[in-house]
């Protein structure tokens, strides 16, 4: 199998000017000569796409941004050229869920704004996707953006209606009303569910869209391509070097680093059927993990402590959190509760060296 290395590199030159010069059809020639030597580069296939583009050739230039997004294994601007394609060429639930991926990839790499960019693009491609609609309450309820929170859990509540899941749907608008008890149209919705009325949808139907059947009806990750799945969770491993701690690193400092892995872990967990009326829902759980975090790296130990606390009492029993909490508790010279709270940390052997400096300091 060719590999001829200065041919590649020559060829992949060559290529960018043309592009520049707007030379589509000797782009084209020496990007696929690049492909001749090396099959499975990205670069090339980029290159190949923009030639393909530029011809008019639409269809020919998302599977080269396809092919692209996937032996590069993460590089997410491959993964946007394959949503704007889809999107160009009239594939807008394919994009929709492109899309989706390209904010998780970005959620991962905590670019917030980019990832709440990409999803609100998702939702206005495909109104019924649950995953970005769930991302954006998060987010929102994280940063305390009630009004926009509210309209994504009542947007969700309504899909969820559309599947015939009400008891999902009315504890949605729950938790909307826990954000606005006052809400009109949070109260409205949850007398509408109950009813099992067909206004709930009537807005939508109006706007004359296609009207999908319940049993049609996909959850986001059976619709997700598994390419998409795959980019959207590829900075994944960027975490992981943090658990090499440095020999210099204190047990205690090693157990922080891991809670705070775990929690960034559970806000990416796939949400879970969830019975219990009396509990908070995952995705409440989760805006409050996010700003716990968000309030203990800024040093506002009495706020992270507020949201550790409702995150637990909704229904949270992950050990990383109880691990966070007893240690905001001993900043606070709070030493009855922090030992409390990392007992029950302590139930995760990975935590016990860590607990251990941390009641004797």
């Known amino acids: 199998m060719a590999k001829n290395r200065a041919r590649y590199e020559k060829a992949l030159k060559k290529g960018s000017i043309y592009l520049e010069d707007e030379q ?25 796409g923009q030639a393909c583009f530029g011809l008019k050739q639409l269809d020919r230039a998302l599977e080269c941004y396809k092919l692209a997004a ?29 899309y989706m991926a ?14 709440v960019s990409h999803w609100q693009r998702a939702v206005r491609l495909e109104s019924s996707l649950l995953g970005p609609h769930r991302r ?30 009400d008891k999902k749907a009315l504890k949605m608008c729950r938790a909307a009303l826990r954000l606005d008890p006052d809400s009109p ?41 598994a390419m998409v799945r795959q980019m959207a969770r590829a900075f994944e491993a960027e975490r992981q070097p943090v658990k090499q701690s440095s020999q210099k690193a204190s047990a205690l400092e090693d157990a922080h680093k891991l809670a705070q892995e775990h929690l960034a872990e559970e806000i990416f967990r796939d949400e879970g059927d969830e019975d219990d009326e009396g509990s908070l829902s995952k995705l409440e759980r989760d805006a409050l993990i996010g700003q716990a975090m968000d309030y203990e790296s800024r040093g506002q130990v009495k706020n992270a402590i507020g949201c550790y606390e409702r995150a637990i009492g909704g229904g949270l029993t992950l050990p990383a959190a109880y691990f966070s909490l007893g240690l905001l508790y001993r900043k606070q010279n709070q030493l009855d509760k922090a030992k409390r709270v990392l007992k029950i940390a302590g139930k995760n052997a990975a935590y016990a060296d860590g607990i251990r400096e941390a009641l004797s300091g």
């Open 24 to 48: 589509w059809k000797k782009a084209f020639g020496v990007y696929r000569v690049a492909i001749s030597e090396f099959a499975k580069s990205a670069p090339a296939y980029d290159g190949l």
């Open 70 to 98: 996937r032996y590069s294994k993460g590089d997410v601007s491959y993964l946007q050229k394959v949503a704007d394609m889809q999107e160009r060429l009239g594939r807008l639930s394919e994009a929709a869920r492109t």
């Open 102 to 115: 390209v904010g998780e990839v970005f959620f991962r790499q905590r670019k917030l704004d980019n990832a």
């Open 136 to 165: 954006l309450a998060m987010v929102y309820q994280r940063q305390e953006n009630i009004r926009d929170a509210v309209r994504e859990y009542l947007a969700i509540a309504r899909i969820l209606q559309m599947r015939n899941e």
């Open 185 to 225: 149209d949070v109260i409205t919705a949850i007398s509408l569910i109950r009813k099992g009325a067909d206004e709930y949808n009537r807005e939508e139907e109006e706007e004359e869209e296609p009207v999908v059947e319940k049993e049609a009806v996909k959850t986001d990750e059976e619709d997700l391509p």
